[in-house]
């Protein structure tokens, strides 16, 4: 049985613009963002298109930059954007 | 001592922040700063503005995170960090980073180190407005391979 995850939702920069909103909350039985990239990308239109497979997204996960394989846990705070640049 | 990241909309004054930073603490024997500010032209265009955006909360974690590493590898006393966020027009300063230590080399090395960290890893994103209208500014290869030469590997300009 899939364990559910509440995801707090966060986009910056370019991907914000694309996607329409900074923030939005999930429900998902994914368990790594890699997937959960898959789940939102598979919404289709903005989302298929700011976050396909190819672009540069970074990825944080409870607001350290992480890899597509980190773990989901209940209540975290997801990340994507585009590569930074700040200086 | 202390180390510390703003995070500002306002400007801020280079001379106060450097006497600040040194203030009391007489082991000092060298202070070391950058300063960035707003260039008028970019990958050839001419830069009416900019809107830097961030993510709070990641941002300070991250140049906290920085400050960790770099007190690790070199031998200083303080160091300060600023960096501005909004509007901004060129020749405005944007980005402050400054560091003491007794003799020189270590604070030259830990500026060059936290500039180098925060171009790869701090969430910033810079959108300037030209006469072709307004766009997000590409991170740079060049910049990640700054961050290479003190052993760390950053990702942030390449797609997977």
């Not at chain 1, 995850?5 to 890699?34: C, D, H, M, P, W």
């Not at chain 2, 703003?6 to 930073?21: G, N, P, R, Y």
């Not at chain 2, 503005?49 to 400050?67: D, Q, R």
């Amino acid at each position: 049985m899939s364990v559910t995850y509440n995801v707090n939702l966060k986009y910056f920069a370019s991907i914000r613009e694309a996607i329409g909103q900074g923030s939005e909350s999930v429900s998902t039985q994914t368990a790594t963002l890699q997937a959960l990239r898959d789940e939102l990308i598979a919404r289709g239109g903005a989302y298929a298109e700011a976050l396909a497979h190819g672009r540069a997204v970074r990825m944080a996960l409870n607001q350290d930059l992480c890899d597509a394989s980190a773990a989901l846990s209940e209540g975290c705070e997801v990340a994507f954007f585009p590569p930074v640049t700040g200086g | 001592m202390s180390f510390t990241v703003s995070i500002q909309t306002q400007d801020f004054d280079v001379s106060q922040e450097l006497a600040v930073l040194r203030a009391g603490d007489a082991r000092v024997g060298a202070v070391c700063s950058f300063l960035g500010t707003v260039r008028e032209r970019n990958d050839g265009s001419s830069v009416a503005s900019m809107e830097l955006e961030h993510y709070p909360g990641m941002t300070e974690k991250s140049i906290s995170a920085m400050m960790d590493e770099a007190k690790k590898r070199f031998d200083i006393f303080a160091a300060r960090v600023i960096h501005r966020v909004g509007l901004l027009h060129p020749e405005d300063q944007i980005v402050f980073v400054a560091v003491t230590s007794a003799h020189r080399g270590e604070s030259f090395k830990a500026c060059e180190f936290l500039m180098d960290y925060l171009k790869t890893q701090a969430p910033f994103w810079k959108k300037e407005v030209t006469p072709e209208g307004a766009r997000w500014v590409d991170a740079r290869v060049s910049d990640d391979q700054a961050l290479a030469r003190w052993g760390i590997e950053a990702s942030n300009s390449t797609a997977p």
